[in-house]
């Protein structure tokens, strides 16, 4: 079966970092996507990896290991306008892409 | 602006009626996804199409049924609604519908069935 695991909701300062995890167990494996979703927008996307290791674009990178089945998103210097949601999918075999439910992140002052 | 266009923004309508939701992909795209997004499923993948084809399918209900003409538009038709199918409706593009192509989303059409 498919599974995608996230943390519901995490609450960080601004000018931190966060650190959002993602666990998945899928139908093959044909890479990660994290997505950013503000409430009733669309998703907009961040990252892909699907090699091994940090990808880094600009205050926000992504980590990959497949052999452990885990993803984390890095979002440093936060920003109040970060405070959205934290999409995690993964691209199974057949081009179907599969979401976890999402990490609530909110920035506080 | 992710260039995917998805008309009509906002649909209101009743339960055992019909609708038809409509997506235009980015200029040069030619892959089309859709997806549903409710409070307690999260965003799920329903089915993708390629240059007119059918290339994937999902969790996508026997109710609802998608195409992809020859201009690369798709339209998403739900029919004999349910309360449950109120939700908010993706679309989304990318170049070619491999693996590793980036979707661009669209505005979404939200569906609200009283």
């Known amino acids: 079966g498919q599974n995608i695991d996230q943390p519901t909701e995490m609450t960080a300062t601004e000018g931190a970092i966060v650190q959002i995890n993602c666990t998945y167990q899928?139908?093959?494996?044909?890479?990660l996507f994290w997505y950013q979703q503000h409430a009733g927008e669309a998703p907009t996307f961040l990252s892909y990896?699907?090699?091994?290791g940090l990808e880094e674009k600009g205050r926000f990178s992504s980590f990959l290991s497949r052999s452990k089945g885990y993803s984390y998103l890095l979002l440093k210097e936060l920003q109040m306008k970060d405070s959205a949601s934290y999409l995690c999918?993964?691209?199974?075999?057949?081009?179907?892409?599969?979401f976890g439910a999402g990490t609530i992140l909110r920035v506080k002052s | 602006d992710s260039g995917v266009t998805q008309t009509p923004k906002h649909l209101i309508t009743a339960t055992g009626q019909r609708v038809t939701l409509r997506c235009s992909p980015r200029?040069?795209?030619?892959?089309v996804y859709w997806y549903q997004q409710s409070l307690d499923q999260g965003l799920q993948f329903l089915i993708q199409?390629?240059?007119?084809?059918?290339?994937a399918k999902g969790n996508i209900l026997e109710r609802f049924s998608a195409q992809q003409f020859p201009d690369l538009h798709s339209e998403l038709n739900l029919s004999s609604l349910e309360l449950g199918d109120s939700a908010l409706y993706f679309c989304?593009?990318?170049?070619?519908?491999?693996?590793?192509?980036?979707?661009?989303f669209g505005p979404g059409t939200r569906l609200t069935v009283l």
């Open positions: 999918a993964v691209m199974e075999n057949g081009n179907k892409l599969v």
């Open positions: 200029s040069g795209d030619l892959s």
């Open positions: 899928t139908s093959g494996f044909n890479g």
């Open positions: 990896n699907v090699l091994d």
């Open positions: 989304a593009s990318s170049p070619t519908g491999t693996g590793n192509n980036e979707q661009f």
């Open positions: 199409y390629y240059n007119g084809e059918e290339r």
